[in-house]
C-alpha cells in the first residue's frame, strides 16, 4: 500500500534527557526543509518532564504550532491509537537496553527510525528500521531516508504486524530462559589479564582504556582483600537446591499461554504455601 497523504512522524516518550529529548529539540525544526505537503506534525507525548517546557518553547520559537501537536500524557490504554495515526517512529534515546517502545511501535505497522545505541539494533531487523548515529545531521539524514521509504514503497501494516508477531514469542523465551542461564554458569571466568586485555579494547579513547584497566585492577584487588578476610561459601544462597527444570518448562508454557491462575501458579512453585507468609496476604 503506497502512502498518498502527507507522513506523519510520532515520538511517544518520556520527556526527560536520557530518552534525547535535547535531540528531539534540534531536530524537529530540520523538519521544515521537507516538503510540508509530504511531512506531516510531530505528535510528541508520553507525559510531564524536566524538558516539556524546552520543547514548548521551541515550539513557539520556530512557529511550528501547526506542524507540531504535543499531546501531553497518554494513558497506556491509548498508546496504540495514538501510534497508529502515524507512519513512522521517532526514537531519540541517548541509552537504551532494549527499547519495547520500538517494538510497539513495529507492531503497529509503523517503520521505526531511532538512534544506534545499546540494544537497539538487535530489536528489529534492518527493513523495518534505520538506524542513526545520536548527532542532529544524521537523526535528520535518516528521518529524510524514512520519509522517502514509506512513501515510495508498498506497506502493508497487517504484514509488518505479522512479521514482529513471529518475532517475538513470549512462550520461545521462556523455554529458552534456563538454556541460556545454565550455558552461563558453565562458562569458564576470564583472568585477570584477559579482563584487562578485553577492557582495553573495549573503548577507543587512549586517555580512557588505562583508566578503565586500573579501575578494574582495583575492583579486583579489592574483592580479592574481601574474599580472604571474608572467604566465600558458594552454597551460602542455597541456589539449586530445589531447582526442577521440568517443573520450570511447564510453568513457562502455563504462563506463555496466560491461563494460568493464582491457585495454580501457587501451588506448582510455591507448594508449602508460603506466599501468604512472604507478601503479607495471598495472591489475587
Not at 507512519?87 to 517494538?103: D, K, M, P, Q, R
Not at 552461563?184 to 584497566?213: F, K
Amino acid at each position: 500500500m503506497l502512502i498518498s497523504c502527507a507522513v506523519t512522524i510520532v515520538v511517544v516518550s518520556r520527556l526527560v534527557y536520557r530518552k534525547g529529548i535535547n535531540l528531539l529539540i534540534s531536530v524537529a525544526p530540520r523538519t521544515q526543509t521537507y516538503d510540508s505537503s509530504s511531512v506531516r506534525p510531530f505528535c510528541a507525548s508520553g507525559g510531564d518532564g524536566p524538558h516539556v517546557t524546552s520543547l514548548e518553547q521551541m515550539r513557539e520559537m520556530h512557529m511550528l504550532q501547526d506542524r507540531i501537536h504535543l499531546l501531553g500524557r497518554v494513558r497506556r490504554s491509548d498508546v496504540r491509537s495514538v501510534l497508529t495515526q502515524g507512519h513512522i517512529f521517532l526514537n531519540t534515546s541517548l541509552t537504551e537496553s532494549f527499547g519495547i517502545s520500538i517494538l510497539e511501535a513495529a507492531w503497529c505497522g509503523m517503520f521505526v527510525v531511532s538512534t544506534r545505541v545499546g540494544g537497539v539494533p538487535e530489536v528489529l531487523p534492518t527493513e523495518l528500521v534505520e538506524f542513526a548515529n545520536p548527532d542532529t545531521d544524521d537523526v535528520v539524514r535518516a528521518l529524510g531516508h524514512a520519509v522517502q521509504v514509506v512513501r515510495s514503497s508498498p506497506r502493508d501494516p497487517h504484514a509488518i504486524h505479522a512479521q514482529v508477531k513471529e518475532l517475538y514469542d513470549w512462550r520461545r523465551a521462556a523455554l529458552l530462559t534456563p538454556g541460556i542461564h545454565v550455558s552461563v554458569l558453565a562458562t569458564q571466568p576470564y583472568s585477570l589479564y584477559e579482563r584487562m586485555v578485553r577492557c582495553a579494547a573495549s573503548s577507543a579513547r587512549p586517555i580512557a582504556s588505562p583508566i578503565y584497566v586500573i579501575i578494574l585492577v582495583v575492583d579486583c584487588l579489592w574483592f580479592a582483600i574481601l574474599d580472604w578476610m571474608w572467604p566465600f561459601d558458594g552454597n551460602a544462597d542455597g541456589v539449586g537446591a530445589g531447582w526442577n527444570e521440568e517443573t520450570w518448562k511447564e510453568v513457562c508454557v502455563l504462563v506463555s499461554h496466560f491461563a494460568i491462575s493464582a491457585d495454580l501458579f501457587r501451588a506448582v512453585i510455591f507448594p508449602s504455601g508460603c506466599v501468604g507468609e512472604l507478601c503479607g496476604s495471598p495472591i489475587r
